[in-house]
Nanobody, 123 residues
């Protein structure tokens, strides 16, 4: 199985930027479709963005489309989420997820999850 570790979270002012990373180990990362999800306190987990095995296909939630960019470097076994023009409502714990057979917005389809990294956005 693949292990996922997120990093790059922190505190940023509204309008600022952060780049999250998701480092994969244990298996060939290019075999996995991958995604970012987030969960704010008191709210359900929500889809943010997903990327196909090669990186040629991407899907975004409407709330982040045009502000966030998902990418991956399979040679480095790492996926990224570049977050620009951050808003207070983007504050959450961000999780990366991976699956051998799926990439998309349905969190129930992913078999592997990281522990999360906190993003805080001050207004």
């Amino acid at each position: 199985q693949v292990q996922l570790v997120e990093s790059g979270g922190g505190l940023v002012q509204a309008g600022g930027s952060l780049r999250l990373s998701c480092a994969a180990s244990g298996r060939t990362f290019s075999n996995y479709g991958s995604a970012w999800f987030r969960q704010a306190p008191g709210k359900e987990r929500e889809f943010v963005a997903a990327i196909s095995w090669s990186g040629g296909g991407t899907v975004y939630a409407d709330s982040v489309n045009g502000r966030f960019t998902i990418s991956r470097d399979n040679a480095k076994n790492t996926m990224y989420l570049q977050m620009n023009f951050l808003k207070p409502e983007d504050a959450a714990v961000y999780y990366c997820a991976a699956d051998l057979h799926y990439y998309g917005s349905n969190g129930r389809e992913y078999d592997y999850w990281g522990q999360g990294t906190q993003v805080t956005v001050s207004s």
